[in-house]
Each structure stands twice: as C-alpha cells, then as structure tokens.
C-alpha cells in the first residue's frame, strides 16, 4: 500500500472513530473510585468496549479496555 492510500484508510478510520465517539463516549466514564465490577459492567455495555477513568474535573486518568479486564483474570 502506498503513502497515499495509507494516508486515505487512516482518516477514514478517524472519521469512524470521531463520529462513533461523539455519540457514545459518555457512557464510557468511571470515577477513580469505581470498582473493577463497574468497569467491566461499562465495558460489556458501551458501544466503544472501553471504559475512561477520569476525575471530577474530567481530567483523563486512565482507560481500561478489554484486554486489560481479562489479563486481570489471568
């Protein structure tokens, strides 16, 4: 694949995500005092299968995806 055609499926990645976010990104939000049932409970749920851990200001303090759920398991 060349620059260009690369260039092509990484904004139309970007406008997929950005569009998809802006829908949906609320309902992806946990205090830092959620618990890891909660974030899994966020993550099975939300469209976006991860959850933002972010402050009272709305300061991002961390992401949990997935991933990082079922590495917890392990």
């Not at 993550?43 to 997935?66: P, Y």
């Amino acid at each position: 694949m060349d620059r260009k055609n690369l260039q092509c499926v990484i904004d139309e990645i970007l406008r997929y995500l950005l569009t998809n976010m802006s829908k949906s990104w609320k309902e992806s939000l946990l205090t830092p005092e959620a618990t890891v049932k909660d974030a899994r409970r966020i993550i099975d749920s939300s469209s976006m299968r991860v959850a933002f851990v972010v402050s009272e200001q709305g300061k991002l303090l961390g992401i949990v995806t997935q991933s990082d759920y079922r590495k917890g398991l392990l």
